[in-house]
């Protein structure tokens, strides 16, 4: 006999975090903001940058993958996002696996292509606001000056002692993304809450 019993809505790891990233935003008056962005899909795509896939790949998402190493490509909703020299992270809107998976098989073939969905491994926090840069120095090793870590860049990091994959968004959309494992989400939340208190 089929179950029949409904199933409940997937829960994000911050989901009983979002009243006080909202209150501590509101406090900041433009300041900082602090949000996350639950579900997005996140799929690690690895192959051989110099391979006929890579062109075929970028060909089918529209978007070519970022070569140079930890820079960001952007087109329309979906973000590229350099890991390594044959490892790439392709971020978009929820519910959109499925579809970027089918697209990049067929557009590599019968070339080496590795893509492994990872969206339930990680959230994303999205940190604004005039003194974002500020709060994230806090607790980030990298120099986030805009000359050394403007819009378009990327890097695997630490945010107080939390491994970190850090974006900085391009200059429309400002900002920072800090996509973090969804065990420590809560943490980094708690941490960023805890920093951000000087300007609330």
Known sequence: MADTALTAPPRSPLSQAADRLADATRSSRGAIRLAELPFLTQLNVRLDAKGAAADAVGLALDLQLPLQPNTVVRAGELTALWLGPDEWLLVGPPGGVGDLESRIRTAAA?????????????????????????????????????????????????????????????????????????????????????????YL
């Open 110 to 198: 019968d070339e080496p292509v590795s893509v492994t969905d990872v969206s339930a491994q990680r959230t994303t926090l999205l940190v604004t606001g005039t003194r974002a840069r500020d709060l994230l120095a806090h607790g980030c090793p990298l120099d986030l000056h805009p000359r050394a870590f403007g819009p378009g860049r990327c890097a695997q990091t630490t945010l107080a002692r939390t491994q970190i994959v850090l974006v900085a968004r391009d200059e429309t959309r400002a900002g920072f993304w800090l996509l973090v494992r969804s065990s420590f989400a809560g943490y980094l939340a708690d941490w960023l809450l805890d920093a951000a208190t000087e």
